[in-house]
């Protein structure tokens, strides 16, 4: 079976089975709640043998390990009539870093015109997921058009690019070898992905109208090359960061640096999820750094329901 024909939450998941939350020191594992089956050998793919419980870890949660927001309303992500509409299309690029023209979907917000400017959003995806795979479960650019017509965020072109940098940047067969093509899409964003979008649209090109976020691997990638590159990047979002993510101190050396640079920094994670020790990790750092930052910590797993809600309330913040 292709990773293609997997769900979302082919992101990892199967280190999450088995996991217990835990208020203070963690105990011995628990079997996973509801007696859940060991997962097919589809959704074990690139992981070493063993019981399923074996990808789980204790989930410790502290006092301030709880939600910043309250769940988006109902149809947040739903098709309005009666407002303007933005433009979803796919974009190819010239790729130096890989040597072969890629694409990437790009959402431009309704009005748009090219003789405007306007602030950018690098969007990225998961593991087992590609440029379509934000808009397969978030509906985009239905998202942003709600929220641009209740003037809840502002007009901002959204890229989604493929952040497999390599030939072949399909999601198929064993999708975790693919790990190092993540490291290598810094050059591509960089050198190739951020020229293109600033030559064909009218996009903004200074620091503070350039954000990146992204879901699972993807948000390790945001963390690792916005917060390494904030002449940049002003604002930084990881959502659910996977264990790419730098350790804290290698992502933010500099705190003095950090805090004066940041416009928006977001980390979050769901209390249901076996990767949230990673962004714990990296909370508390900037927490006892004194690096401004919103920690959110909702209800959900490793799942396009936390990754979509991100999204809602981030997009919010941007560009203020």
Not at 75 to 82: H, L
Not at 87 to 105: A, H, I, P, Q
Not at 282 to 289: A, C, K, M, P, S
């Amino acid at each position: 079976m292709k990773a293609t024909a997997l769900p979302v939450l082919t992101h990892l998941a199967c280190l999450l089975a088995g996991t217990v939350i835990v208020f203070g020191e963690p105990e011995t594992k628990e079997p996973a709640p509801g007696g859940a089956k060991e997962p097919t050998p589809a959704g074990r793919r690139g992981m070493p043998p063993g019981p399923r419980a074996a990808f789980g870890r204790p989930i410790v949660l502290e006092a301030d390990d709880k939600p910043a927001f309250e769940d988006p309303p109902a149809g947040f992500k739903s098709r309005r009539d009666g407002i303007p509409h933005g433009k979803l299309e796919m974009v190819e690029y010239d790729s130096k870093t890989v040597g072969t023209k890629r694409k990437m979907r790009v959402y431009t917000p309704p009005g748009y015109s090219k003789e405007a400017k306007y602030p950018v959003l690098y969007l990225l995806h998961g593991i087992g997921g590609d440029e379509n795979e934000w808009q397969r479960f978030a509906n985009v650019d239905t998202m942003l058009d709600n929220l641009i017509a209740d003037k809840k965020a502002v007009p901002m072109i959204v890229v989604m690019p493929n952040g497999r940098a390599q030939k072949n940047d399909r999601a198929e067969g064993d999708v975790f070898s693919t790990a190092p093509a993540f490291a290598t899409f810094e050059k591509d964003l960089l050198d190739d992905v951020i020229p293109a979008i600033e030559s064909k649209f009218g996009a903004k090109a200074d620091r503070e109208s350039r954000a990146v976020a992204g879901l699972s691997m993807g948000g390790g990638q945001s963390l690792n090359f916005g917060l390494g590159h904030l002449d940049t990047f002003a604002s930084v979002g990881g959502f659910s960061s996977a264990p790419n993510t730098k350790a804290p101190k290698e992502l933010v050396p500099d705190l003095k640096k950090a805090e004066k640079q940041l416009k928006l920094l977001w980390i979050s994670c769901g209390n249901k999820d076996g990767l949230i020790n990673i962004s714990q990790g990296v909370h508390r750092y900037l927490r006892e750094g004194g690096v401004p930052h919103i920690w959110h910590v909702d209800g959900n797993g490793h799942d396009a329901t936390h990754w979509s809600h991100c999204l809602y309330w981030f997009s919010q913040k941007l560009f203020r």
